[in-house]
Antibody
Framework: EVQLVQSGGGLVQPGGSQRLSCAASGFAFRKFWMYWIRQAPGKGLVWVSG????????TYADSVKGRFTISRDNAKNTLYLQINSLRAEDTATYFC?????????WGQGTLVTVSS | DIVMTQSPDSLAVSLGERATINCKSS????????????LGWYQQKPGQPPKLLIY???TRESGVPDRFSGSGSGTDFSLTISSLQAEDVAVYYCQQFFAIPITFGGGTRVDFK
C-alpha cells in the first residue's frame, strides 16, 4: 500500500526538542521531493520545510529557519524533521507530504504540543 | 511570497445544490512555458490529513468524483461542487506550487444549509 506513516510528537516544554519521522512505503521514496506542512489547532495549512529527492537541497519557512532541520534516509525510506528551541506558536499537527507538483500523498499527521 | 486568498470563508449549501469556492493568487501562477497553472485544491475533513482533489487548476485526481471541478487561470481560480453530497462537508484549501514557499489559501468551510 502506498502510504506515509508518521511517528514522534507529543508534549514538549518550551525550548525543548522533538524529532518527527515519516516512513514511506509502496512507492519509490528516493525519487520524490518531500515536504513538512503544519496546522495549528483550528487553523489553516502552513508549509514548513522541503527536501529534494537526494537530500542535498533543503528549504525552510522563515519562521522555523535555524531551529528546524529536515533530512531523509533513502535507504530507510524515511523523512525526518528535527525541531529545536520549540515555542508555544510551534504547537500544531505536523504532516509530511509527497511532492508531485501538488502534494499528492499525506501522512496521517502528528501533534506537537509546546507547553510547560 | 505568493499570497492565496480564498472566498468565502464559509458556505452553506442545500443537499444537491452547487457550491463554488474562489481563490485568488497575488501573482500569476501560470507557467507560460508549459501553459500550466500551478494550482491545487484539497479537501480536509476533521481529524484527517488533506486530500488532493484537483491539480494544474482543472485536472481531477484519480478517484475524485466528477462533481468536483476546477477552473481558472493566471490569478483567479474556482472549485465547484456541482451537486453537494453529505460526504462533501469539509474544509477546502487552494494551494500554489508555482514557487517555494508553497502557500495555501485560508480555507473555506462547506456545510449544509
Amino acid at each position: 500500500e502506498v502510504q506515509l506513516v508518521q511517528s514522534g510528537g507529543g508534549l514538549v516544554q518550551p525550548g525543548g526538542s522533538q524529532r518527527l519521522s515519516c516512513a514511506a512505503s509502496g512507492f519509490a521514496f528516493r525519487k520524490f521531493w518531500m515536504y513538512w506542512i503544519r496546522q495549528a489547532p483550528g487553523k489553516g495549512l502552513v508549509w514548513v520545510s522541503g527536501i529534494d529527492s537526494e537530500g542535498s537541497v533543503t528549504t525552510y519557512a522563515d519562521s522555523v529557519k535555524g531551529r528546524f532541520t529536515i533530512s531523509r534516509d533513502n535507504a530507510k525510506n524515511t523523512l525526518y524533521l528535527q525541531i529545536n528551541s520549540l515555542r508555544a506558536e510551534d504547537t500544531a499537527t505536523y504532516f509530511c507530504g509527497r511532492v508531485a507538483g501538488p502534494i499528492d500523498l499525506w501522512g496521517q499527521g502528528t501533534l506537537v504540543t509546546v507547553s510547560s | 511570497d505568493i499570497v492565496m486568498t480564498q472566498s468565502p470563508d464559509s458556505l452553506a449549501v442545500s443537499l444537491g445544490e452547487r457550491a463554488t469556492i474562489n481563490c485568488k493568487s497575488s501573482q500569476s501562477i501560470l507557467n507560460s512555458s508549459n501553459n500550466k497553472n500551478y494550482l491545487g485544491w484539497y479537501q480536509q475533513k476533521p481529524g484527517q490529513p488533506p486530500k488532493l482533489l484537483i491539480y494544474w487548476a482543472s485536472t481531477r485526481e484519480s478517484g475524485v468524483p466528477d462533481r468536483f471541478s476546477g477552473s481558472g487561470s493566471g490569478t483567479d481560480f474556482s472549485l465547484t461542487i456541482s451537486s453537494l453530497q453529505a460526504e462533501d462537508v469539509a474544509v477546502y484549501y487552494c494551494q500554489q506550487f508555482f514557487a517555494i514557499p508553497i502557500t495555501f489559501g485560508g480555507g473555506t468551510r462547506v456545510d449544509f444549509k
